[in-house]
């Protein structure tokens, strides 16, 4: 148990219709990213947050968006669903200590959306 | 991010040593090799990373070759627990981690 909870841990959504999926980040940790993984592929980045603002974004398009709340929990919102988006999304915390970061992020389980 | 390369796959006898390579050899110096594996359906879970030393902890040792273009994680006595897919990642601390295709180890009885 890494102490990164997501949720929901399934979902099933409609093409063309928006979702939010929620991450609460292991405690003390200041910095929440999000991955997508196809089936079959290792995770890819899609954004990082640090102090509720984003500071690194992957080759994603502005239909995927986040948002980080000042106890440093997140979410992933996606709009106008397509059949590709579906995929597992992972959510990873870690600590920036002001000079440094730790170096290791903490996964959690991930939430498996699937678009029909 | 420097690129990695891990072989698609390798079997391992139960109770044996894993060794898992990867090439690394566009790493720059501010660049960390972490490895990370992912059992079927799960989230990516941390093994170990280094630097330019090689490093041990309790699941596994990472050996990095002197010029810290290549690299073997070493599972000392492979479990059937252990099977999962295994990335190595290079990257400087704080930064995104950019997963390759991994290599796929199957722990056999």
């Known amino acids: 148990e890494t102490g990164v909870t997501q949720s929901p841990t399934h979902l099933i959504k409609t093409r063309g219709q928006q979702v939010t999926l929620r991450c609460s980040s292991q405690s003390g940790h200041n910095t929440v990213s999000w991955y997508q993984q196809a089936l079959g592929q290792g995770p890819q980045f899609i954004f990082q947050?640090?102090?509720?603002?984003?500071?690194g974004r992957g080759n994603f398009p502005p239909r995927f968006s986040g948002l980080q709340f000042p106890n440093y929990s997140s979410e992933l919102n996606v709009n106008a669903l397509e059949l590709d988006d579906s995929a597992l999304y992972l959510c990873?915390?870690?600590?920036?200590?002001?000079?440094?970061?730790?170096?290791?992020?903490?996964f959690g389980q991930g939430t498996r959306l699937t678009v029909v | 991010d420097a690129k990695t390369t891990q072989p698609p796959s390798m079997d391992c006898a139960e109770g044996r040593a894993a060794n898992l390579p990867c090439n690394h050899s566009t790493i720059s110096g501010n660049e960390y090799v972490y490895w990370y594996r992912q059992i079927h359906s799960q989230g990516p879970q941390y093994i170990i990373h280094g630097l330019k030393n090689n490093e041990t902890n309790e699941m596994a040792s990472l050996i990095i070759t002197e010029d810290r273009k290549s690299s073997t994680l070493i599972l000392p006595h492979a479990t059937l627990r252990d099977t999962a897919v295994y990335y190595c990642i290079v990257t400087a601390a704080g930064n995104k981690l950019t997963f390759g295709g991994g290599t796929r180890v199957l722990v056999k009885p």
């Open positions: 947050y640090y102090r509720e603002e984003e500071n």
């Open positions: 990873a915390s870690r600590q920036y200590r002001g000079r440094e970061w730790d170096t290791e992020a903490f």
